[in-house]
């Protein structure tokens, strides 16, 4: 069973661009969160950053990934 992955975003930022890319290249199943659109991700994100405004950040099913590189996403994919 595939796991869940949530990606906060923005539409401006490059690393996310690149990070979504990735992903859909590789046929790997994501949910989009852009946190200018919504305050509630706005605001779960930046629990997961402690404060900071760093995107992209993925959530795992509870792993918490910071602007990673594909190679960290799916290392963490197959743990």
Known sequence: MAKK???YTTSW???CRRLKNELKDRNISYEERD???NDNDYKTMLGYTNGKRVIPTVDI???ILINPRI???EKA???
């Open 5 to 7: 992955i949530i990606v």
């Open 13 to 15: 930022c490059g690393d």
């Open 35 to 37: 946190i200018e659109q």
């Open 61 to 63: 099913e509870g792993k």
């Open 71 to 73: 190679n960290d996403l």
């Open 77 to 79: 994919l197959s743990q």
